[in-house]
């Protein structure tokens, strides 16, 4: 049983426009979330994240909205750029919100056309 | 570097044969986690060390899998009678505790291919 879902495994999108991608968790004892992404032949490397008791945070480009009620997460990447273009992974901590165990989903393929 | 290491980074095996993948973390982390990375997955929890002692290894999947962090620093992970199913990415990550919201940083991984 998959806690941690992401539906799409790919996205394509223009340099430019924005990239919105998506996740669904199912356990409500879920409370941080964070966004890795990963290049090939690499390991994954931190993004961006979010506590519960938030519904948005901002770095730069990438922006995460959560929405608690719908168990709902997604990053916005605006501009999109060509070295974005990544494997995207969504992952869920809780209750204490340590590091330890995250649960990931399966991944969104990125790919930024130029 | 000063990020977290991961040796071999690629290791072909035959059935049944033992193996041991090496995890150099970042210096001054106390904690140490293995994740396993199957094709078109995302990576799966194994173990967590907090210094020498693995403080959660409900992820291991069976008693094949094994880890170790003596001195706290460098961990192994070693998996016996290898199966075709224990191909993977084996990745290892280390945070600076593991407190609340602790960012946890990644090496690249081992490649693990069971023939």
């Known amino acids: 049983d998959q806690q941690v879902k992401q539906n799409s495994p790919s996205l394509s999108v223009q340099e430019g426009r924005i990239s919105i991608l998506n996740c669904d968790y199912t356990?409500?004892?879920?409370?941080?979330f964070l966004w890795y992404k990963k290049y090939p032949a690499e390991g994954p490397t931190f993004l961006i994240s979010?506590?519960?008791?938030?519904d948005k945070n901002e770095d730069g480009r990438f922006t995460v909205f959560l929405n608690k009620s719908a168990k709902h997460l997604s990053l916005h990447i605006v501009p999109s750029q060509p070295g974005d273009s990544a494997v995207y992974f969504c992952?869920?901590?809780?209750?204490?919100?340590?590091?330890?165990?995250?649960?990931f989903g399966s991944g969104t393929q990125l790919t930024v056309l130029p | 570097g000063a990020g977290v290491s991961q040796t071999p980074s690629n290791k072909v095996t035959e059935k049944g044969k033992y193996v041991e993948l090496r995890c150099d973390p970042i210096s001054g982390h106390t904690a140490l986690y293995w994740y396993r990375q199957s094709l078109g997955q995302g990576p799966e929890f194994l173990i967590y060390f907090q210094g020498t002692g693995a403080a959660d290894d409900s992820g291991l999947p069976n008693d094949r899998f094994f880890a170790v962090r003596p001195e706290g620093s460098v961990s192994t992970l070693k998996i016996q009678r290898t199966e075709r199913g224990d191909s993977a990415v084996y990745l290892c990550a280390s945070s600076l505790s593991p407190g609340a919201n602790t960012e946890a940083f990644f090496g690249q991984g081992t490649r693990l291919t069971v023939v």
């Open positions: 356990n409500s004892m879920f409370d941080y």
């Open positions: 992952a869920a901590s809780g209750p204490s919100g340590s590091a330890r165990q995250l649960t």
């Open positions: 979010i506590s519960s008791i938030k």
